[in-house]
């Protein structure tokens, strides 16, 4: 005889009933509403991490716009005083004051010029030019075109000081 064998019928565990439809709906109802807390939860807890989170990040500009102003004043001041020993330098070395003047103001000027160049071509990203066209593609986001119908309808207010 094996001794894996199957006990007598009195011991076997008798399966627990099935409960009834009404006990399946109430179960099937606690969990949703305990799914339904647990996404309300989840989405309370994810409102006041991204309230901290842009708390943090304002302060973190203001300070950062701080220490921006600092470092412009300074930086400024060294390049004044920069220009000024470059002045003193080139008068020294036998030029005269309008030409050792114009050195550092042509440089100033050259690197002014590149600024700008520059500050246009990021400028120009910052108009989201491609969530524009997607947006418009799905119709959320109608810019006028050329062959829109009512493309020279004047909108009232527009243009207005």
Do not use: C
């Amino acid at each position: 005889m094996s001794e894996a064998a199957t006990p007598p019928p009195e011991e076997q565990p008798t399966p627990d009933p099935k409960p009834g439809l009404e006990e399946s709906i109430r179960q099937v109802g606690a969990a949703g509403r305990q799914t339904l807390d647990s996404a309300s939860d989840t989405l309370r807890s994810l409102r006041r991490l991204a309230s901290a989170d842009l708390a943090l990040a304002r302060s973190a500009f203001g300070r950062a716009l701080a220490w921006s102003g600092v470092a412009i004043v300074f930086g400024a001041s060294a390049w004044l005083l920069l220009a000024a020993t470059l002045v003193a330098l080139l008068q020294y070395l036998g030029l005269s004051l309008f030409v050792a003047l114009l050195i550092p103001t042509l440089a100033s000027l050259l690197v002014t010029g590149y600024a700008i160049w520059r500050v246009s071509y990021f400028f120009h990203h910052t108009g989201m030019h491609a969530t524009r066209r997607q947006l418009s593609r799905m119709g959320l986001f109608d810019e006028p075109s050329d062959e829109d119908p009512d493309a020279d309808v004047k909108v009232p207010g527009e243009n207005t000081p």
